[in-house]
């Protein structure tokens, strides 16, 4: 089963607890606090590889959760780093988070951090200070980030086929290759892409594409080929091949041309603006050879582009289609080029990040943003140590300031996050006269 486009989901670690901890020996009075920080959560990571052809085990395997780092332990121990996975795909899979590109694996070892893993919280030891001998507080681990990707495989190939169906792409394909595609004398034999690899005895070898027959209308949805019409974006070069056995006259010819050609424009402008050359095979099977020689160099002047006559059957013709092919690539780098990665539709402009938004209503504050939403993951409200801190971090980003503004009192009901607290700023605790505090 060929799948090229498919849902992932990603998981990345989350960090280890960092540890309460005190040095507790005989004859060490105070040893102080020694709680070591939580290990790092699995990073997970995107790599291309020649050896996957298919993303068809995603099928099976959709989803990728990477391990929690170790918590941190007493004595100073650090918790241990989660494994990183590395998932595989195919040499030419794109990879997006919603619309948003994410990397375009088109080489083949690239690796790519899709989902990054937790840091580890904090042990007690690391919150001692010059004032605070004895901290009691400790970091929980860093959640991992989680993200649904969509993979979509873009074969890798130098020149592709294209046609109307039953033209012969796939005995061609089979003749100037080793590959071995299905054949047959009906509509849509090629049911999905093939490859191969065209090995010339003087020059650059070149991979060739067969892509399922286009009919008219493939734009808006009929036949199989436009499905797979992605797979031709990154190709250097397309052989426009015509089963002229089937072809009555010349605007008959025209038409079957035009036909491809208008499929190409209208799956992408790009598409359509890569050079191209006419083939015409069967010509084993014609009783008209004059007539076609006309028809070729009439097209050829038409289009401004090379026409061939041939047959994939016996062989005819194919050493001068070889012959033009070795010199065009001969001085190219047949290497994929930084105009086929996909770019993002519009431009990206800078934004500061919004760190925060505050809705009020009927004395409830409710803070929303990722970064709140950090710092409520990784607090233990079960120490006190933990609440002062996070208002502490909360006045450092400039929550209270924003909640001051919105006439915010002792009392009020805070929601960061989903968790709830009561109002008590530790101001008060110093400052009797609430009104200075707003001041």
Not at 17 to 43: A, T
Not at 190 to 201: D, H, N, R, S, Y
Not at 303 to 323: C, N, R, W
């Amino acid at each position: 089963m060929f799948v090229d486009e498919i849902k992932i989901f990603v998981e990345a670690g989350r960090g280890g607890n960092g540890c309460l901890s005190f040095r507790r020996e005989k004859y060490v009075p105070k040893g102080g606090p020694n709680g070591g920080n939580g290990g790092r959560g699995g990073d997970i990571f995107i790599i291309a590889t020649e050896d996957a052809h298919t993303l068809v085990d995603f099928f099976y395997h959709p989803r990728f959760i990477a391990s929690h780092g170790e918590h941190g332990k007493g004595k100073n121990q650090f918790g241990r780093d989660a494994d990183p996975i590395h998932i595989k795909v195919p040499v030419g899979t794109v990879v997006w988070e919603g619309e948003k590109l994410l990397a375009d694996m088109s080489k083949n070892g690239m690796i790519v951090l899709v989902a990054k893993g937790g840091r580890g919280g904090k042990g007690n030891a690391s919150f001692t200070t010059s004032t605070q001998q004895a901290p009691r507080l400790i970091e929980k681990g860093e959640v991992g980030e989680s993200k649904e990707l969509r993979l979509e495989l873009k074969l890798i190939a130098d020149v592709g086929m294209v046609g109307l169906p039953n033209s012969g792409k796939s005995s061609l394909l089979s003749r100037l290759t080793n590959a071995t595609p299905k054949i047959a004398n009906y509509p849509f034999t090629t049911l999905e892409p093939q490859l191969g690899v065209v090995k010339m005895i003087a020059g650059p070898s070149f991979v060739l594409a067969d892509i399922p027959g286009l009919i008219e209308g493939a734009s808006s949805g009929k036949g199989l080929g436009i499905k797979f019409l992605k797979h031709l974006e990154r190709t250097r070069l397309l052989i426009h091949l015509i089963d002229i056995f089937s072809i009555s006259n010349y605007q008959n010819l025209l038409h079957s041309i035009q036909i491809i050609n208008n499929e190409l424009k209208s799956y992408s402008l790009k598409l359509g603006a890569i050079p191209q050359i006419v083939v015409f095979n069967k010509i084993d099977i014609c009783n008209n050879r004059n007539q076609i020689y006309i028809w070729k160099d009439r097209i050829s002047k038409k289009y401004a582009i090379p026409v061939f006559i041939i047959s994939g059957a016996t062989g005819e013709g194919i050493d001068k289609l070889l012959k033009h092919l070795l010199e065009r690539f001969e001085n190219l780098n047949l290497m994929i080029d930084e105009n086929t990665v996909p770019q993002p539709t519009e431009s990206v402009v800078f934004k500061p990040a919004k760190r925060f938004e505050i809705i009020h209503q009927n004395n409830v504050f409710e803070i929303y943003g990722s970064e709140i939403k950090k710092w409520v993951l990784m607090s233990d409200f079960s120490n006190r140590a933990a609440n002062e801190r996070f208002y502490k971090i909360l006045k450092r980003m400039g929550v209270l300031k924003a909640m001051y503004k919105l006439g915010i009192k002792k009392g009020a009901t805070v929601i960061c996050e989903g968790k709830e607290f009561i109002f008590d700023p530790m101001e008060d605790r110093r400052k009797p006269n609430i009104n200075e505090t707003v001041q």
